[in-house]
Nanobody
Framework: QVQLVESGGGLVQAGGSLRLSCAAS????????MAWFRQAPGKEREFVAA????????NYADSVKGRFTISRDNAKNTVYLQMNSLKPEDTAVYYC??????????????????WGQGTQVTVSS
């Protein structure tokens, strides 16, 4: 069982930066692939970024590539999402997710076993 708690969301002006954190419980955190998803009002939850269990592989949605960076610290049971050059269209609730096993299907919400409660990110124009 893994419990995930996100933090770091808030209100920021366009062009600004935020760093989201996701703290995980459980001794098996280092064996889980981790990801960030987001959901804007009236839209489906969408993939943002993912990182393999050892951190050697990362993937990003085209809309955030070059602006966002996902990383993890297995010693701290924490995954991060550094968000730079934020745009109003990045406004959403951001969710952390975890799954054991194969890193493949990293962009598929259905493949993740555990989810955090979400943290709101609002980017003003």
């Amino acid at each position: 069982q893994v419990q995930l708690v996100e933090s770091g969301g808030g209100l920021v002006q366009a062009g600004g930066s935020l760093r989201l954190s996701c703290a995980a419980s459980g001794r098996t955190f280092s064996t889980y692939s981790m990801a960030w998803f987001r959901q804007a009002p009236g839209k489906e939850r969408e993939f943002v970024a993912a990182i393999s269990w050892i951190g050697s592989t990362t993937n990003y949605a085209d809309s955030v590539k070059g602006r966002f960076t996902i990383s993890r610290d297995n010693a701290k049971n924490t995954v991060y999402l550094q968000m730079n050059s934020l745009k109003p269209e990045d406004t959403a609730v951001y969710y952390c997710a975890a799954k054991p096993g194969n890193y493949g299907t990293y962009a598929n919400t259905a493949s993740y076993n555990y989810w955090g409660q979400g943290t709101q990110v609002t980017v003003s124009s």
